[in-house]
């Protein structure tokens, strides 16, 4: 009698620990593989986030800075870029409701084989002279509330003031 006992008591707890491991399996997998292992944003055509290339090697104070990509968006999701001009002083830009954007799935461009050209931000009118990059941090959020960070670099590019004033 006290063997089959021990052996329906050693049984529920066989049961027991194998649905722990099978939540702890999904519990690992859903919070932290998953994303990582089928982002939302692929970069195609070796676009390289930490390396973004730019329209322009120099621009003017108050001129719109314009990036290149190209990338492939593969789950739905909601999201918004933080910029910050640097060179030795950072300015942060602030995140405005209007920046928060849900672009559809699917590659951008179209075509797999370009690039698509976007604004960054505009130079401030009070940059100074010289070498500069933008810094910036694209925050992606799911459906499910998951969120993925990237972070971003553009080339270091030029503020020249010659022709303005």
Known sequence: MSDFRFNREYRKFRIALAIFIIVSGF????????????????????????????????YKPGEMVYGKTSFCKIRPAEGYTQWALSNEIITWYAV?????????TGCIPLDKDGFIEFPIKKVPLDAVQGDHLYLGVSVQKTPD?????????TRTFTIDFSEHE
Do not use: A, C, H
Request: proline share 6%; glycine share 2%; no cysteine.
């Open 27 to 58: 519990f690992i997998w859903y919070n932290f593989l998953d994303l990582r292992l089928r982002p939302i944003i692929k970069f195609t055509n070796d676009v390289n986030p930490m390396e973004l290339q730019l329209t322009k090697d120099s």
């Open 96 to 104: 405005k409701e209007e920046n928060i954007r849900s672009l559809p």
């Open 145 to 153: 509330g998951r969120e993925t960070r990237t972070d971003l670099k």
